[in-house]
């Protein structure tokens, strides 16, 4: 069984026991979180579709710590005219272990 939710502005696939990395959540390290906006639940033989979300759906998840990613650089350069500008970019994270699926079929 896997869900589709909305989390971030960014949709993310997960199954139960999976850890991922997703926008930073203000919550402390081990608080359960619930994510309401659930797009899709598939089961082996059933998909349920939401339009745009699953009524009575949520994806419970544990916080397991904050971090930051790797640095990114940006560079913006014009040749001939004298112009280089760099810039370093790290993106702030949460990782969320997936609890449970509560999917109430219809």
Known sequence: MYAVFLSGGKQYRVKK???I????LNDPTGSIVE???VL???NKDKTEIGCP??????VEACIENHGRSKKIK???FN???HYKKQQGHRQHFTSVKIINI???EK
């Open 102 to 104: 509560n999917h109430i």
């Open 79 to 81: 040749r001939r005219k």
């Open 40 to 42: 899709m639940v598939s």
């Open 53 to 58: 979300f699953l009524n009575g759906t949520k």
């Open 21 to 24: 990395q997703i926008e930073k």
């Open 17 to 19: 026991n999976q850890v």
């Open 74 to 76: 940006v560079i913006k």
């Open 35 to 37: 994510f309401k906006n």
